[in-house]
């Protein structure tokens, strides 16, 4: 299977921009085929050990069967859409993508 984290930090920090970016998630980029799993929300406060990475607003993770199902994920109409109407607001995007069990 194939992990697919992204990690956005916005350049509005407010809770109604954070709530704008996931309901644009939900509403673009559920649904496509092959999706195993499907998640998105806020960095969850109080887990500020040396070792949590804090530098981010919203997160998604997606777990796709395999490889072609995120390729095709990656230009299906729905996943360009959001980019278009969402990129403005991302101060920055780092995407992790990971073979998982």
């Not at 070792?51 to 997606?62: E, G, K, Q, S, W």
Request: with cysteine; net charge negative.
């Amino acid at each position: 299977m194939l992990a697919h984290n992204v990690f956005f930090s916005l350049h509005d920090k407010s809770p109604e921009s954070k709530a704008r970016l996931i309901n644009a998630c939900k509403t673009h980029l559920t649904g496509h085929a092959g999706v195993l799993f499907f998640a998105c929300g806020e960095l969850a406060e109080g887990f500020d050990r040396p070792v949590n990475d804090r530098d981010f607003d919203v997160a998604l993770h997606i777990v796709f069967p395999d490889k072609a199902h995120h390729d095709l994920y990656q230009d299906a109409p729905r996943h360009v859409k959001f980019v278009e109407e969402n990129k403005a607001s991302w101060a920055k995007v780092r995407v992790f993508d990971s073979v998982v069990d």
